[in-house]
Every structure is written in C-alpha cells, then in structure tokens.
C-alpha cells in the first residue's frame, strides 16, 4: 500500500493559507485596511497590565471603557494621505477606526482602572478586586512530644 502526501493548500504552506483566508475574511491587514493596535497582556499577583501601542495617537483619540468584564480600547487614527502637493507611491501605515475588546471577567476592581499615554505607548492598570487575590495561608503544625516530660 502506498500513501501520498499532500500539500495543504495551493501553497503548501499552511500558514500562508491561513493568512490568505483571513485576508479574505477580514481584509488585508498588510494594507492597512485594518487597523488593530498590537497590545500585551501581562497578569501580576494585584492585577492586570495591557499595553498596547499607538503611535502618532494623541490621548484624546482614545476611548478605555471597563463594560462587563470586558475592557474596551477604542479610537481612531487619520488617514495621513489626503495631503495637498504629495503623491504617494506607498502607503503602509495602518489607520482608520479600531476597538480591541479583552475579556477579564467580574473578578477585576473596574473602578480602580488607570490608563496613561506616553511616547505613542497605552499602559492601563487593572486591579484585581481583594477576594481574587492570592493568600498565602501559614499551614500550622503540632510538634509531638514522644518522650516523658521532665
């Protein structure tokens, strides 16, 4: 009996198909159809970090919204390319309207939340409400005395 293998797809590359179906889905995100900022999601003893990056942003463009048990990071960044005298040959930047919804749940102090902006970059602090936080508890012990007391 003898097997055949098969690519994946029209590429053989199972990754690059993916992409291409998500492309078809959601648009070319290497356009710039789509802008998403990037974020990472970091959890510490008290709570959560996100930080996402949003270069060329002014803080007034964005909106952080705690909504049940969800954090919503909404604005907008302008299209840079309706400028009078230029002509673009390129245009790779990403713009328009984004919203990035992360999932925290109802174990989170919503009404602690903080959020600054510096140097193009999105920090928001997120507690975690004091009943979810972890405690160590001290495990006590009995020592045993096996010999006769004195």
């Not at 998500?22 to 970090?49: H, K, M, Q």
């Not at 309706?82 to 990035?100: C, D």
């Amino acid at each position: 009996m003898t097997t055949t293998l098969s690519n994946c797809g029209p590429s053989g590359n199972l990754f690059d198909d993916l992409r291409r179906v998500a492309e078809g889905l959601f648009g070319d995100t290497a356009s710039g159809a789509i802008f998403a900022p990037r974020v990472n999601i970091a959890e510490t003893e008290s709570g959560y970090e996100v930080i996402g990056d949003l270069p060329g942003m002014k803080p007034e463009d964005v909106n952080v919204e705690f909504r049940d048990g969800h954090l919503w990071i909404t604005g907008e960044r302008k299209d840079e390319t309706e400028e009078e005298g230029k002509t673009f040959h390129r245009v790779e930047r990403r713009f328009g309207q984004f919203r990035r919804i992360i999932s925290l749940g109802n174990e989170v102090d919503g009404d602690k939340i903080e959020a600054s902006y510096k140097d193009g970059v999105l920090t928001i602090h997120i507690p975690k409400v004091a009943a979810v936080q972890p405690k160590r508890i001290e495990v006590k012990g009995y020592l045993v005395w096996r010999g006769r007391p004195s």
